[in-house]
Each structure stands twice: as structure tokens, then as C-alpha cells.
């Protein structure tokens, strides 16, 4: 594996005794991760055992069951594809700092490896054990094609500035992943008693699970070849009519890490798909979703109004006091209650399949702006909708996502409108010519299929 994917957090000392323990945090995977990698190949190198450790957190910005049930049937896959391996495996949970601490203390364990995730609380959470333990901690991106430090040095300002360096970049990066081999027999294994972890989960259950989509990297496998071999051929054509199904609906298992976007692009590239079809595809898959990840490894403010182009907020701030036709508060949003059928429509997916189409996450969040008082109403109301409801939720996908709708963010200036000020606009009249509206809000109000 390239040096370049991995970076050191401290600058304490590789010893040689304990285990090698693999903070598994973002990337919750066994096949094609290449923190596991890393860590398997310090193992090797060193002739020492490997633990994989995950810390579950109550309540991790805003989840609710319906995100940890996601996850936790996927960590039990985990588990039980590291126990074919013979690596041990410890769900750890309460605070993270002290928990991954007092693990790394009692294995007297020889380095910590753990998967790069650019969100404030991680940072936080790996910047207070970096500095606590006296054993080498760094950090390896398995979440991006090209590691987000090598992509870039700085915030970017648009897709194309970061199209133009992954252009140059990616070919080398898109390499076929080693096949990790089994450790020697473990004693130490214990199973995860995964009834008492659920007993003891603190989250709001009142958003339930959905069953449209399996949980796991297996199941995830399988909808990415059903994609590639049905979807993918016609994706340039249909994905941006939300009836139509014409895209991967791959974004829960990708931001679970359950699927390796590595992995996604390969399987993408080895099919037939006309070549149109496949650019597509990868600009979302790689370009859009890689800029994501730099907005939020360079921006502090990734989730506020403090993260705006200067431009967005000075035309925001002139059409603060326009007058609004409509203003809506959080609970009738929530409640689908506003004049707009396909708005609500959007919202009623959003909340009973937790996953809503691309094109309308963009006209959703951007009504939103038009009916609340101000810009920064607009972008909490967005996120709290979007991180309770969406299986994707909580991703620097929904941050930008939301930025680039509320604040214009990797955008340009557009023609004024009340409002928007020059924030691209979207309206019903927009909608209705891409779409058959009428369907998709007939449609909605369907029982969510399994
Ligand atoms: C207001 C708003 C909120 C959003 N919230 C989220 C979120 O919480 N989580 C999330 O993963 N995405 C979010 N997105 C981005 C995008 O809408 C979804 O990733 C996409 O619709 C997921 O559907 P798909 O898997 O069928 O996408 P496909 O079109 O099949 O694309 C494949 C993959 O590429 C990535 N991708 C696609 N579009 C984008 C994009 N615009 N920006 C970044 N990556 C992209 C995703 O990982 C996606 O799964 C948001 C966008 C907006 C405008």
C-alpha cells in the first residue's frame, strides 16, 4: 500500500509486544479496507496478534434506531467475517477517548491504526487518544479513492478544481485491493453478546428501521451488481428523474462503510456500461463525493452558515427581510405539512423509506430556504430533517449537500430571485418539467415495498 494513504497522529514509538489494534470507526468492513490492511501488515511485519475494536456511541449526531440498527447488523458481519480471519474483535462502548484508552492500556497493545473520517467529533475523539497513548496512532483513509491529503492541500473551490487533480491522480489510485490472509489461531475471542448491546442502546426509537435495503457488506455487494448489470447501462439518461429508479441507491452502505467506494468504481468499470453512463456515474461516485470529504477536512464551519462563500452570505443577508408567501416551522416541515404536494411527498419518503432521491434532496432542502426566516434556520432545520431521517445521514455528503443548496457552496452566483438572492433556485415549475411530478407524489403515498 502506498505511505501516502497513511498519517501519523502522534509521534510516539512502535512497540513490539502487545497487539496491533485497528480503531474501526468509518469504515466498517473486512473485504477491501485498507486500514484493516495496514494494520494486518504491521501485524505481520512485527509477528504480532490484531484486534479490531468499534466504539459504539449513544445517540452519535442525532442517530436513531433506524441508522443503528444499519449499523449494527452490520457489525455483526463484521465480527463474524474477522472471526473466520482469526482476529479478535471488542465492541467497546461509553466515551470514546477513555474506552479506546483503557483498551490500548490493558492489551498493552504495540500501535493503533484507525480509518480517517474528516467529521468534528472524530477529530476531537482521536486528537484526545493520540495524545493520551504512548504507542504510534495514525490514521489511514479507506473511505476515498485518493486519500483526502494527497487529492489536496486546501478547501477546493468547485467540483471542477478537484476534477482537475483526481483527473491526474486517480488511475494510480484505483488498484485491485490485496486479499487479506487468516492470523494464526486466537485464544482471545470472545463473541459480542449482540442482545444485551441493543438492550442497552440509547437513541430515539421512534424512527424505525427500513427494510428496502439489507444491512452488511454482503447485501451491499449484491445491490452493486444488480446496479452495475441493470441500472448502471441507462444511469446518464435516467438519474435525475426521481420515478424512475436510475440510480445505484448505494449511499446507505457507502456511508456505513459497509462497501468500499474503491470497490464500487472497480465493479462500475469492469462492465459494459456505455461510456457516457460510466462518467456519469463516477463523477458522483468519486469527484462529488470526494469533494465532500475536502469541504469537510478544510472547512471548520462544514455545518453552519460561518462556511459560506463570502458572495452567498452578502446576497443572502440582502434578501434577508424579502417576504416570504410561506414560512413554515421544523414540526410542520416534519409533519409534512406545507402547500407543496411534491415537497411533501419528498419529505414523506425521506421519513418512512429513509432515503430520498438526489434531485429532490437538492428542490427539498432549497424550499426549505424559501420558507423559514433566515439562511441559518434554513441550514439547522436541513441537517436535523436530513440526519434524522436519512440511512445516509450524518455523511459530509449531507453537509456539502446542504451547503451547496443553502449557502452555494462549490456553486457560482445565479440570476436574482426573491429570496435566493443569486443562490441557484429550484421550483415546482422546474420539477414538472424534468419529471412526472404527479407520479412521484401518487407513488409516495404508496406502502414503503421491502
Ligand atoms: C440537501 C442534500 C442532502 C444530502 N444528504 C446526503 C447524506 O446525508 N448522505 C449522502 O451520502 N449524500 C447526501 N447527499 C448527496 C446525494 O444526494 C446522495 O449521495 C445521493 O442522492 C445518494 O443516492 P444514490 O446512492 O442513488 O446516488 P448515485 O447517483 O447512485 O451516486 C453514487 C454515490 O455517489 C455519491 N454521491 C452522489 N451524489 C453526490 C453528491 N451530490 N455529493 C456527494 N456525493 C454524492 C454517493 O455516495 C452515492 O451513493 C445530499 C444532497 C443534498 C442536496
Known sequence: MSPERIRPLNDQPRKASGP??????????VRDNWALLHAADMTRDLQLPLTVCFMLVPSFLGATLRAYDFLLQGLQEVERDLRRLNIVFALLEGDPPEEVCRLIHQ??????VTDFNPLRPVITWKTQVAS?????MVEVDAHNIVPAWVASDHQEWSAATLRRKLGRLVQSWLMEFPVLQPSAENPLQRPVDW?????????????????WCTPGTQAGMRWLRHFCDEVLPSYADRRNDPTAQGTSMLSPWLHFGQISAQRVAL?????????????AFLEQLIVRRELADNWCLYNADYDSVAGFPTWALQTLARHAEDSRCHTYTLPQLNEEATHDPLWN??????????YLHGYLRMYWAKQILVWTTSADEALKDVLWLNDRYELDGRDPNGYVGAAWSIGGVHDRPWPQRPVFGSIRSMTLTGARSKFDVEKYVADSSLPAQS
Open 107 to 112: 492489551l498493552h497493545a504495540s500501535a493503533l
Open 345 to 354: 411527498a419528498a419529505q414523506h419518503n425521506l421519513r418512512e423509506k429513509g
Open 267 to 279: 465493479e462500475a468499470q469492469s462492465t459494459r456500461a456505455p461510456a457516457d453512463a460510466l462518467q
Open 132 to 136: 493520551h497513548v504512548d504507542i504510534q
Open 195 to 211: 442482545t444485551a448491546v441493543r438492550s442497552r442502546l440509547s437513541c430515539d426509537e421512534t424512527v424505525r428501521p427500513v427494510h
Open 20 to 29: 496491533i489494534v485497528y480503531w474501526m470507526q468509518r469504515d466498517m468492513r
